[in-house]
């Protein structure tokens, strides 16, 4: 009977491990950009953003644009977040229902759509720093999105700029 105690107690032990999250905080340090997020997320290039991080449930996109490369349609060093999240969707040809963060230092938004027959889902943040406006998108399957959704605004929400 004492086996059976000790077996059980030892398979108790592994699935508690193994379900544990193991990963430390990192913090990825660009020029005019920082985000804290695991140790499980790498940098890689991609030629379409500024800088993109990735791990195997996450992936984050983050896109530059400076003051001056905006001024061809009316974003300057003065214009407001909401200003720019107007040329977002002015773009992308959508109307997003963005919500002000709970620090209050970005809009986000959120939003599903298919890549190479998988459905992701999206929250993307805009942010104002000295020399230009940032669009940070976190992502991930959408059968995951319930567990991960407070995982990316986490991620979100560590950006500084």
Known sequence: MKKVFKILAILSLLVFI?????STEETFTEDNFKITLTDDFYKKDNLSSTYYYESTDVGIVVTFEDFESLEEVNINSDSSLEDYLKVVEYANDEKYDSK??????????DYTASVSGKEFYYISAVYKGKTGFWLVTSYCENKNKDE???VLLKYLNTVEV
């Open 18 to 22: 193994t379900a544990c999250d193991l």
């Open 100 to 109: 002000k963060s709970e620090n209050g230092k970005y809009y986000y938004f």
């Open 148 to 150: 991960l959704k407070p």
